[in-house]
T-cell receptor
Framework: SQLAEENLWALSVHEGESVTVNCSYKTSITALQWYRQKSGEGPAQLILIRSNEREKRNGRLRATLDTSSQSSSLSITATRCEDTAVYFCATDGQGGRALIFGTGTTVSVSP | NAGVIQTPRHKVTGKGQEATLWCEPISGHSAVFWYRQTIVQGLEFLTYFRNQAPIDDSGMPKERFSAQMPNQSHSTLKIQSTQPQDSAVYLC????????????FGKGTRLTVV
C-alpha cells in the first residue's frame, strides 16, 4: 500500500519553464522526502522537509508541505534537459519504518 | 565513498533457478533496505535491516524470497525457483540510521528470468 502518491503520471515542459509535481499522503508524518531517478540509476534524494516546515529550498528546487491537506509539492524552476527523470515523494509515516515511495511522476524536459 | 555497490548489474536466470543478489552498503550506515522496481508495481519495499538485524520484512513475498545481512559490509537477497514475474530491477539502499533520513541507493541489479 502507498503511504504517499504523486498526482500525475507524467509532465512535459520545455527548457527554461517551471514544473510542479504534487504528492498526497495518507498518514501523519514526521517528514516527507523528494527523490529523483534518472534512467539507469537508483533514486537520489533532492529534499527532506519536516512536518514542522512549510517550505524548503535547494537551488532551483522548492518543496512545500501542507500537513492540514496532507499534501506536498516539488517545483523546479528554469528547467534543464538534465532534469528529465522520474520524481518520487516518500515517507515512513511516523518514523522508524522504511521509506515507502509513491508511484512517481515522469518529468520530461525538451529543448 | 563509492556509494552503495550492487553486483551483478545484470543477471539472467532460467525459470526455476536460484538467483543471489549482492549489496555492499555505504560504510558506517546502520540501515540497509531492499526494494524491487517494475513498470507495473513501481518501487516496492521488500525488507529492512538495522545493525544487521531484520527489522521489517513485510514487503517480502512469503515464498522463495529471503534476505540476509551476515555482516555490516554486505547483504544478500536470494530468490529460489525464480519465475518470470520475478523479473525486475532490485535496488539496495542504505542510510545512517534508518527512519526518515536520507537513503542512498545503488544502481540496482536487473534480473531477467527467461
Amino acid at each position: 500500500s502507498q503511504l504517499a502518491e504523486e498526482n500525475l503520471w507524467a509532465l512535459s515542459v520545455h527548457e527554461g519553464e517551471s514544473v510542479t509535481v504534487n504528492c498526497s499522503y495518507k498518514t501523519s508524518i514526521t517528514a516527507l522526502q523528494w527523490y529523483r531517478q534518472k534512467s539507469g540509476e537508483g533514486p537520489a534524494q533532492l529534499i527532506l522537509i519536516r512536518s514542522n516546515e512549510r517550505e524548503k529550498r535547494n537551488g532551483r528546487l522548492r518543496a512545500t508541505l501542507d500537513t492540514s491537506s496532507q499534501s506536498s509539492s516539488l517545483s523546479i524552476t528554469a528547467t534543464r534537459c538534465e532534469d528529465t527523470a522520474v520524481y518520487f515523494c516518500a515517507t515512513d509515516g511516523q518514523g522508524g519504518r522504511a521509506l515507502i515511495f509513491g508511484t512517481g511522476t515522469t518529468v520530461s524536459v525538451s529543448p | 565513498n563509492a556509494g552503495v555497490i550492487q553486483t551483478p548489474r545484470h543477471k539472467v536466470t532460467g525459470k526455476g533457478q536460484e538467483a543471489t543478489l549482492w549489496c555492499e552498503p555505504i560504510s558506517g550506515h546502520s540501515a540497509v533496505f531492499w526494494y524491487r522496481q517494475t513498470i507495473v508495481q513501481g518501487l516496492e519495499f521488500l525488507t529492512y535491516f538495522r545493525n544487521q538485524a531484520p527489522i521489517d520484512d513485510s514487503g517480502m513475498p512469503k515464498e522463495r524470497f529471503s534476505a540476509q545481512m551476515p555482516n555490516q559490509s554486505h547483504s544478500t537477497l536470494k530468490i529460489q525457483s525464480t519465475q518470470p514475474q520475478d523479473s525486475a530491477v532490485y535496488l539496495c539502499a542504505s542510510s545512517m540510521t534508518g527512519g526518515n533520513t536520507e537513503v542512498f541507493f545503488g544502481k540496482g541489479t536487473r534480473l531477467t528470468v527467461v
